[in-house]
């Protein structure tokens, strides 16, 4: 994938909702990168950064709020928007530290997580082709 155009992360350790996401991303003309996992997106960012990440919480290893802080570290310019199949007020409240773009429950709308990016990735967006493909 060339990472000179802006793409959007999907780090998330259940291989089905990474295929979900990836389906519809891409059928929304957004280039995307899947990874099962915190530790192998982090050690990807030196390839090049996406213009935003939606990062599972509940993920083995390195959960994606451990994940989310290391990258208001590494790579503050990096939008993270936040995904859970099991919100609780305290788990909101700590992805709130480092400011997600949004905090979302699955299943998630895809209208609404589509929106999400495209403001995430701002200017950087230009070259997606627009929302879903009929």
């Known amino acids: 994938m060339d990472t000179s155009l802006p793409w959007v992360a999907v780090v998330d350790d259940d291989d089905a909702i990474r295929r979900a996401l990836l389906r519809l991303l891409r059928s929304a003309g957004v280039p995307a990168q899947a990874y099962a996992g915190g530790a192998d ?36 310019e990096v939008g993270v928007i936040i995904l859970t199949g099991h919100p609780t007020p305290a ?14 429950s699955k299943p998630v ?19 997606f082709t627009g929302g879903p493909r009929p």
């Not at 909101?92 to 773009?101: E, G, I, K």
């Open 41 to 76: 997106f982090l050690a990807a960012l030196d390839g090049g950064r996406p213009c935003c990440v939606v990062l599972d919480v509940h993920m083995p290893g390195l959960s994606g709020l451990e994940v989310q802080a290391r990258l208001a570290a590494q790579a503050p």
């Open 91 to 104: 788990e909101q409240a700590q992805a709130q530290q480092h400011r997600p773009l949004a905090y979302l």
């Open 109 to 127: 709308n895809d209208q609404l997580l589509l929106d999400t990016i495209s403001l995430a990735c701002g200017q950087a967006a230009a070259p």
